[in-house]
């Protein structure tokens, strides 16, 4: 079993920066954040493989960094130049099969934690 607990949400201004932090059991998997607002569906973010490989939503590209610390057993989302509609519940997720932005290929989830950002 794959314990995962999220960290670091908050509320910010559009243009901020927060750093989330998703303290795992293990990170030797491929791991990613996802996303949710109520009333839609949850979208992968940001993936990283257990080679290293990131992977990002077109919408995140060149504003959000994933990363990792394997000393540390913790993934990280860097997100920069938020926006308003970066709103939503952020999930760390974890696989040990699969590498991608579809929810439905991963095994292991977090509770979540919340962004907000205002304009």
């Known amino acids: 079993q794959v314990q995962l607990v999220e960290s670091g949400g908050g509320s910010v201004q559009a243009g901020g920066s927060l750093r989330l932090s998703c303290a795992a059991s293990?990170?030797?998997?491929?791991m990613a954040w996802f996303r949710q607002t109520p009333g839609k569906e949850r979208e992968g973010v940001a993936a990283?493989?257990?080679?290293?490989?990131?992977l990002y939503t077109s919408s995140v590209k060149g504003r959000f960094t994933i990363s990792r610390d394997i000393a540390e057993n913790t993934l990280y989302l860097q997100m920069n130049i938020l926006k308003p509609e970066d709103t939503a519940m952020y999930y760390c997720?974890?696989?040990?099969?699969?590498?991608?932005?579809?929810?439905?290929?991963?095994?292991?989830w977090g509770q979540g934690t919340q962004v907000t950002v205002s304009s």
């Open positions: 990283l493989c257990q080679d290293g490989l990131p």
């Open positions: 293990r990170v030797d998997m491929h």
């Open positions: 997720a974890a696989s040990t099969e699969y590498c991608g932005l579809h929810r439905s290929f991963f095994t292991y």
